[in-house]
């Protein structure tokens, strides 16, 4: 009985550090009016360690990227209001898929995304190339001026597979993942320049409209 109750009340803290952590795997979630999540909890001790273990780092995440956003505060949430609109962009994608391996902030004047060599890096909206090849620092890069006039900048790629003057699609695949340049691995570095210049958090910049990296 009292293994019962033991059991219990470790699944109910287990399903609140979840909660708190956001995370998908192990919930049953009904879509619609009603939508609610029903925790789907282990019962053995590793697979309880496990979920643990996973709640932390997700925690983790989650606090790396608020702090990315204090830190932009300055230079992203001042801004908001010119930021534009989904709309004036035709949709806006994730351009790589990956964790934040380092923030926006100080000498740092975009994110880095970190995954493996050759992962695919993606148009993140509508818009024209203006810059594709060898760039001091980066190896390899691409700039894109969308429809609104924002520019974004993606660098260190192994290979790139768009040329200047190429009209490129919210999602279109640019480039390749590489280390070129001043880097230690393989990862994406991408900026975000507002239509007058200002360099802002893309972070900031993706989740306006809907894209968060977190």
Known sequence: MGSTKQRSRCQRSIAGVLAAAGLTAGLAVVSGPTASAQPALPIGLGEIAQYLDTAAAALDNVAGALQSLRSGSDAGLSSLGSLGSLGSLGGVARPASGPISQHFGGAHRGIDIAAPMGAPILAAANGTVIDSGPASGFGLWIRIRHDDGTITTYGHQDANLVSVGQRVFAGQRIANVG????????????????????????????????????
């Open 179 to 214: 280390s070129r340049g001043n880097s230690t691995g393989p990862h994406l570095h991408f900026e975000v320049d507002l239509p007058g210049g200002m360099k802002v958090n893309p972070i900031l910049w993706l989740a306006t409209r809907g894209v968060f990296m977190f």
